[in-house]
């Protein structure tokens, strides 16, 4: 992610004067909820129930709803009323079936698969169900209540970059870990990317991945997580089902759930495996987690991924607070990765869809990262992990101060 507020702008849509203040204004807003005289009661009262209608057109009716042990609430949403069926390009349509994915060299290791901690207990949403995530009251306030606009936010990458070529899809293996964050509204993430457009203006992503973020979940758990936008991250696009786009059509994961179990420091290592194609009969763009088709971002949210995408990045991000001096937030496992395997953060099993739509290994990655120092990346090829690299670091260290 380059940019998260305008999403919470776009979920605080109709929080009419939250949005005046926090869209609209770019230096030095004020937080009006934790700081904010309000006229009087009645105005408080108002916010309260903006937020209560607000929370009723994006929490669909459940026919079922599971209490998760890690405190999320799971709601069992008939398919059809899902969320993506709001926007005005897919409004009456039914999830498609999932097509087949392109055949070819994407074995997947064979560690054991992280699985989500709602439905480790054996409960599941009935068929013709998906599970979704619930947005709480709190979920809405949080994501308000330190947001700083046209603040610069730093963001650091060590990632691998393929370029300069049409891709239909692309996918990868990585392990999954639990960074230690900073602040609160700081993030850690890991992520596959696949984009096409330009920077700040038009560009559209499709971005998978694991990610620890408190100010969107409420917690420092790892989740699974997935977002797009059509536009540079501006006016479209969110994570996980927080806003119409995405079809779901698996009844089994549940986007922005918590990932168990997770990898630990020398130990056992839990990787998840994510695939992401372009079907070529629709041009809808599939997603893949394990053996599981999860669902699609139907092509006509996007303009430049209507046609294939440009580029593909792999690995980690995070978004720090302060700008001058590194913080002490970590990417991946925490630790740098020449440290290796079951120390180091990693991703196997990169594969892209060729324009002859096949996976093929991407022959010339480039890798890159901001600062190496805090944060490095160490590429590789061999034959059982394909083409693989080690990523993360602690951040603020000796040589990084
Ligand atoms: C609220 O703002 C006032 C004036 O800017 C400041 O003095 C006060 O410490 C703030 N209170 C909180 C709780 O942030
Ligand atoms: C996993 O694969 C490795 C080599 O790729 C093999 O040595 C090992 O026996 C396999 N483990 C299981 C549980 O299949
Ligand atoms: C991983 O860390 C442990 C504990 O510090 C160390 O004993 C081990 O050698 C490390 N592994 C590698 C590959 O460096």
Redesign the pocket.
Known sequence: MDVSSPIICLLLHSLVFVSLFYCNNSLETRNPLVNQTFQSEDELVKLKETIAIRLKQLNKPAVKTIQSPDGDIIDCVLTHQQPAFDHPLLKGQKPMDPPEMPKGNNQI???SESIQLWSLSGESCPDGTIPIRRITEQDLLRANSDIRFGEKFNHQHAVQVVKDAAYYGAQATMNVWNPHGESKSVFSLAQMRIMSGTYGKDLNTIEVGWQVYPKIYGDRRTRFFIFWTADAYQHTGCYNLKCPGFVQTNKAIALGAAISPISTYNGNQFQISLFVWKDEMTGNWWLRYGDKNLGYWPTSLFTNLKNAAARVHWGGEILDEQYEQASSTQMGSGHFPDEGYKNASYFNHIYVIDSRRLWIQPTDPMIYADRPNCYNIIGGLDS?WGTYFYYGGPGKNKNCP
């Open positions: 290791s064979n560690l059982s």
